[in-house]
């Protein structure tokens, strides 16, 4: 933990002093201000992440969320200034050894208060249109078929939210809307895959009614995420127990004769020292044949249970979001959001999550709630899911286009994930 603390201190003191220097240079306040007390801010914003997390606890709620809201938008901003003015000055350096194709314009833009002035706007408009796309919760659909269905049964749907983070920033407001969104969608399974909860969550009661309040016939079932462990499970795991949650730390549990789940823990907890799940044992009492899914936080595949389950979800990335870190995901564990073949029977949906971690915005990774619809095997070609209207839909197998237009998934694993 040391270790990554003064690694992030590094890197974003880094960031920090390189929004400072521009602002310097940029002669926008006097040097009385832009000097010392601004480098000081600076210094403060650098170490605010940190100190946040140690004073929390006694501030009242609104001024705990006030601190927050500042402290992780100034994150947000450093970042992404940082990108943007690198980028403007990528271009400028292009243009001129294309010939100055701006023209006229080159030398007004190339001026130091230009150089902070244009990555600060698009900061300031990436930002407000982030509040904005935080809230557009988005439906990916993925059909699955399953031999073994009883007649009776059409399809078996299960619902499942991930990275819901409800805690000192996320208001509960958006799990009132993963409650609308799951009347709607009528789920007969509803699935969480960890960091539904995070610290200093001061409207325990309310939210662990919230979460009573969605009652699929087959019942609830979760997963921990790393944000549980930071948080607590002591303070966590009751919320879970109060919301109805049936929490699976390497478990397994057979729901129906054609569907079994096996959950988890996140790898935190092996650093802790607690035990590591056998997937491939558990996956083996499931009932077969039949339809097995495993549930785990992060997008880690274990090559022992590879082959032996039919879908593995996971969350934890967030899809990066904010843009430009999307690509952080696939640098990371080697998947983009959206479905992946795995080779065999498996395959991995890695969602980009339901709410949002520190700043309480998304830029070009929109939040998602995923439907996987379970329907009977026929012969022939299996038809390409239908996702709501002018929503995403997502098959697995079988390339093309769904008939919303949205783009399923290839044979392989190379092209397989929704992007």
Known sequence: MALFALAFLTIYGGFNGYAWWRLRLADLLPMALAGRPAAYLFVVMTLSPILLMQIAGPLPVPARRLAALFTYLWMAGVFQFFCWSVFTRLLLTLGRRL????????????????????????????TLYGFWEARQVAIRTLTFPVAGLPPDVARFRIMQVSDLHLGMVEPDHRLQNVARLAREMAPDLLVGTGDLFDSFLHEREEVAALWASITPPAGKLAVTGNHEFYAGLGE???????????????????????LGVIGVDDPTAQRLGLPTADEA?????????????????????????????????????????????????????????GLTPLGGRSHLFLTR???????????????????????????????????????????AGGGGRTPDGFRSAGPSPENGSDR
């Open 236 to 258: 966590i795991l009751p919320l879970y127990i109060a919301g109805g949650f049936t929490l699976l730390r390497g478990e397994a549990r057979q729901i129906t004769p054609f």
């Open 99 to 126: 010939g100055n194709p701006v023209g006229p314009w080159a030398a007004t833009v190339s001026t130091p208060r230009a150089l902070f002035v244009l990555p600060f706007a698009i900061v300031v408009t990436l």
């Open 281 to 337: 044992g558990l996956l083996a009492t499931l009932a077969s044949p039949g339809f097995r899914l495993l549930l785990k936080h992060q997008p880690l595949i274990d090559p022992a249970a590879r082959d032996h389950f039919d879908l593995q979800l996971s969350g934890h990335t967030h899809g990066g979001q904010i843009f430009p870190f999307a690509v952080v995901p696939r640098l990371t564990f080697g998947f983009w959001p």
């Open 353 to 395: 999550g339901t709410g949002t971690w520190g700043p309480p915005i998304r830029i070009f990774a929109p939040p998602e709630i995923v439907i996987i619809d379970l329907v009977p095997q026929v012969a022939g070609p299996v038809a390409a899911a239908t996702g709501m209207p002018g929503r995403e839909g997502t098959t």
